[in-house]
């Protein structure tokens, strides 16, 4: 009973290196979610993916590219990593119902990222 | 620029008390959640609640919804040491024709045992 994992929980990178952040869901979502969390800031979407092979930007996308694999699997790659892409990343997912925003998300425990 | 907003950003209180928390938000909404996370951990999903409704109820958790005021509270009746987390609000905005929730910054709580 798995529910949303995400790899690596934590990482440091030096500025300018890229990495992918890799994120699975077990529970036949169609909807998926990359949030990053930043002190006194809550959690500020940066793409989603509404169903298999769709991908849209959220309120910070500057910086991030993504990839949604196949139904389960959603990654988010930073191509050149900058210092102020410090932050926790969070991987969710919602479904399966194909319906607006009235379904709760489900998280996984988040990728603690420090760019130096 | 963040949907919600939650009030207070701290509240420490005794073990046994009431915990109440609120979450005002600037835009008409589809419907309002509530989270909880624990340290270190990812968002848990308590509760929600439809735009159509005011009042909804779960073992010791009450939300209750004004959309006139265009604002949320969180009840935590009989607080446990576990309860000790961040609560945040998430809103789904109206028309949005998304799937984007827009989370508020969070109330943390502190239960002393």
């Known amino acids: 009973n798995a529910g949303v994992t995400q790899t690596p929980k934590f990482q440091v990178l030096k500025t300018g290196q890229s990495m992918t952040l890799q994120c699975a869901q077990d529970?036949?979502?169609?909807?998926m979610y990359w949030y990053r969390q930043d002190p006194g800031m809550g959690l500020r979407l940066i793409y989603y993916?509404?169903?298999?092979?769709?991908?849209d930007k959220g309120e910070v996308p500057n910086g991030y590219n993504v990839s949604r694999l196949n139904k389960r699997e959603f990654s988010l790659r930073l191509e050149s990593a900058a210092p102020s892409q410090t932050s926790v990343y969070f991987c969710a997912s919602s479904g399966p119902d194909r319906v607006y925003s009235n379904q709760p998300q489900h998280f996984g425990d988040g990728t603690r990222l420090s760019i130096l | 620029s963040q949907q919600g907003e939650e009030d207070p950003q701290a509240l420490s209180i005794q073990e046994g008390e009431n915990a109440t928390m609120n979450c005002s938000y600037k835009t008409s909404i589809n419907n309002l959640q509530w989270y909880r996370q624990n340290s270190g951990r990812g968002l848990v999903h308590l509760i929600l609640?439809?735009?159509?409704?005011r009042e909804k109820h779960s073992g010791r958790l009450r939300v209750t919804l004004d959309t006139s005021k265009k604002s949320s509270s969180l009840l935590i009746t009989a607080s446990r040491a576990a309860d000790t987390a961040s609560y945040f609000c998430?809103?789904?905005?109206?028309?949005?024709?998304?799937?984007?929730?827009?989370f508020g910054t969070g109330t943390r709580l502190k239960v002393l045992a």
């Open positions: 998430a809103t789904g905005p109206l028309g949005s024709g998304t799937y984007k929730y827009i």
């Open positions: 993916s509404a169903s298999e092979g769709t991908t």
């Open positions: 609640i439809r735009s159509n409704e």
């Open positions: 529970m036949n979502h169609n909807s």
